[in-house]
């Protein structure tokens, strides 16, 4: 259950183990301060002014003191707004605000020295107007609110929060400066898995980030020192086949029995063919610039090479993508080129997700089975040895566009066709 709600970056993990302390505490300090100090300095202050507000009323019961002059000195020196209103009535409705600390206080302390009133602290900003029974009518008392509240709660707030913020607002800005290197390091390893050149890579950031980005570095050249090796050897074995394999074309065209010298260089032929389709296997991986480009616009010009009435394509207009374009046009010529081997129809769909890219390729070819789906991506590997259309390949197209594909971290899946033959579905990130 936590980790639901946990979230998911390492951005925002190191946000809240930073900023959660930091708001427990200040809440808790808070806490304790407007129950121990404010709440508590608010009762007093209440108590006393509710003390005065008594004193008051007995003092002008008795006869002894001037009413008038008792008024005056109670406003001069208390700042007490004072005036009787006599036959009048207190109002029935009280607006006091349940979650106010004053009211409560003021409240709490008029009902404990047994008067009958009404108040209300909502009327006016700075004022509290306090009616208490006397007599036949009552008295009306403007209290100023700093009688009963202390300011120093406004700036206490204002002390706890404005510090807290330029804690979490460096913690946020030390935070982004820490996870740039893990996302720089995660997106080489990103760009690399799919084959694009990434020189301008460098390590930085906290010393463990910095050792796995030199590790991925040196992971990295070694892979690439293997690459050339590979390529150098396979233009190498390119060199040395092609000359005996011309060698024998020549000796070949000399021979006087044509039927043997036609069926041995159909022999020669299809390997010079297995040998080029092996060339572009193993060189499929080459390095070529990203680019972006409309991928819809490929895909029709693609089919209108084909010049086939039979291939239908419906696509989504302006589809942009980030990739290696000749290596996405070979991936698609493959698998089309199969569908046209062993189909009559087909239909192609183009279509953007909200994530990804999906081409779909149906026809109404005799499909596959499905425990052959997984063998059919293996380089060589055919269906069907003894079929002639067979003799026309060595068996290299589906593992060309599978590895293509995958360099562009994306996948093919195929699936039966509801024309009854094979679908091919691309999916390419973006």
Known sequence: MLKKILPKRLFYRGLLIVAAPVIIMQLTISVVFFDS??????????????????????????????????????????????????????????????????????????????????????????????????????????????????????LFTLWITLPALFVIAIAIIFLKNQTRPIIKLARASEKFGRGENIDDFRPSGALEIRMAGYEFDKMRRRIKRHLNQRSEMLSGISHDLRTPLTRIKLQLSMIKDKDISE???????????????????????????????????????????????????????????????????????????????????????????????????????????QSEIDNVFKPFYKIDKGRDISKSSVGLGLSIALDIIKSHGGKINLYKSKMGGLRVEINLPF
């Not at 060189?283 to 239908?312: A, C, G, H, P, V």
């Open 37 to 154: 100090l404010w709440i508590k300095t608010n009762n007093g202050m209440t108590k006393a002014l509710v003390g005065e507000v008594n004193t008051f009323l007995k003092a002008y019961q008795k006869e002894e003191y001037n009413r008038d002059s008792l008024i005056n000195l109670f406003e001069k020196y208390l700042d007490l707004g004072i005036s009787y209103e006599p036959s009048k009535i207190l109002p029935n409705d009280v607006p006091e605000k349940w979650y106010s600390p004053i009211d409560r206080s003021l409240r709490r302390e008029l009902k404990a020295k047994n008067l009958t009133y009404w108040f209300d602290t909502r009327s006016y900003k700075d004022l509290i107007d306090l009616k208490i029974k006397f007599s036949d009518g009552y008295f009306q008392f403007f209290i100023p609110k700093e009688r009963v509240t202390s300011s120093s709660a406004r």
């Open 263 to 369: 069926k041995m260089s159909q022999d020669v032929i299809e390997m010079e063919k297995m040998l080029n389709e092996y060339l572009q296997f193993a060189s499929s991986s080459s390095i070529e610039k990203t680019e972006t480009f409309n991928f819809s616009d490929l895909l029709e010009i693609i089919i209108k090479k084909y010049e086939n009435k039979n291939i239908s394509l419906k696509v989504e207009k302006k589809i942009y993508f980030d990739g290696r374009k000749s290596l996405i046009q070979r991936c698609l010529n493959n698998v089309i080129d199969n569908a046209i081997k062993f189909s009559k129809k087909i239909d192609i769909e183009l279509k953007k997700n909200k994530n990804s890219i999906l081409i779909s390729v149906d026809d109404d070819g005799p499909g596959i089975n």
